[in-house]
Nanobody
Framework: VQLQASGGGLVQAGGSLRLSCAAS????????MGWFRQAPGKEREFVSA???????????AYADSVKGRFTISRNNAKNTVYLQMNSLNPEDTAVYFC??????????????????????WGQGTQVTVSS
């Protein structure tokens, strides 16, 4: 699976951006997709994740720092996952990465939020929020 993230840029505090992550492959719906971010000098941290199951529907998870501001979604027909980011603040400045994990069965929120549980990573897209 190859992942291509896009949509980053420079935005003023309070503004919005929408990130996209396009995936190759024919079994996109079987992958849990996550967004992570890494600011200079900091560890990579979980932002959000989404998983689709034909029998249980879509489930999502968010870091506390982005709940209510960010929304993750996916379009399985387009092999794409999105991250709509609203009310951005300078603390959101980071390189944002999308990641994919092949998933069968139940996946816990703990697993979805752990970067080590993902098999594939995109190249990252820079998000800079000015004050």
């Amino acid at each position: 699976v190859q992942l291509q993230a896009s949509g980053g840029g420079l935005v003023q505090a309070g503004g919005s951006l929408r990130l996209s992550c396009a995936a190759s492959g024919r079994t996109f719906s079987s992958y849990a997709m996550g967004w992570f971010r890494q600011a200079p000098g900091k560890e990579r941290e979980f932002v959000s994740a989404i998983r689709y199951s034909s029998w249980s529907g879509t489930s999502t998870a968010y870091a506390d720092s982005v709940k209510g501001r960010f929304t993750i979604s996916r379009n399985n027909a387009k092999n794409t996952v999105y991250l709509q980011m609203n009310s951005l603040n300078p603390e959101d400045t980071a390189v944002y990465f999308c990641a994919a994990r092949y998933t069968t069965g139940v996946v816990t929120t703990t697993t979805m939020s752990n970067p080590e549980s993902y098999d594939y990573w995109g190249q990252g897209t820079q998000v800079t929020v000015s004050s």
